[in-house]
């Protein structure tokens, strides 16, 4: 087990870290702002699921080969980013149907979550964190390292789960302001997607680790 006084230093820390806008708020808004607050909620849920294999991938070993190589990087960040342009380019294409909803997302909640999945599983700064920062927090008289590195994984996708949800809330009550008019939810949608054409594009040129 982690040691309390390790486990409340990485909480602190993972928590400053959430509330900065980054990719995964990016990512977040624009979904909600594309598909409403069901939509939003559903892609967060599933991108916190798409970590999980990120944690055990750390804890097992894996994740440092991964982070440690070049072209392995490369490759993930390369399809998390087109993943996330290929989303984007949706909603554009569906902005009408987003403007004939109101909160209600206009596609399964099944496929939503796994296209957030996808998302937090390729997300190749969130490996990069796991390696560089979890075992900054291990104690090793306390226990078994894999255990450890799990359970302060767990805390981040938490942290993240509820602070990405409160995006999510912001970002609908706008939505749902702009959505007395269907032309301009239209025009919101397709500014959700423009985001994430966006995001993509920025992760898929940024430099590999550092």
């Known amino acids: 087990m982690v040691p309390v006084e390790n486990l409340i230093g990485f909480i602190v820390a993972s928590a400053v870290l959430v509330v900065m806008p980054g990719p995964s708020v990016l990512f977040v808004i624009g979904r909600t702002l594309a598909l409403g607050r069901t939509g939003g909620l559903l892609s967060v849920l599933g991108n916190a699921l798409g ?31 087109l993943y996330l342009v290929w989303l984007g380019v949706q909603a554009i294409r569906h902005r009408r149907d987003a403007a004939a909803t109101s909160d209600v997302a206009p596609r399964s909640p099944w496929r939503l979550l796994a296209e957030g999945f996808v998302v937090g ?25 894999p255990l450890q ?62």
């Open 51 to 81: 970590m999980l294999p990120l944690v055990a991938a750390v804890a097992l070993g894996v994740g440092a080969l991964v982070a440690q190589s070049v072209v392995l990087f490369t490759i993930v960040k390369i399809a998390g980013a």
């Open 121 to 145: 599983v390729t997300n190749p700064k969130t490996i990069a964190f796991f390696v560089a920062v979890l075992p900054q927090f291990v104690s090793f008289p306390a226990g078994a390292i």
């Open 149 to 210: 590195l799990a359970e302060l994984g767990v805390a981040f996708i938490v942290l993240a789960l509820a602070f990405d949800s409160v995006w999510v809330f912001a970002a609908g009550a706008a939505r749902s302001w702009f959505g007395r008019s269907p032309k301009r939810i239209e025009h919101l949608s397709a500014a959700g997607g423009v985001m994430m054409i966006g995001l993509g594009g920025v992760l898929a040129v940024s430099g590999n680790k550092h």
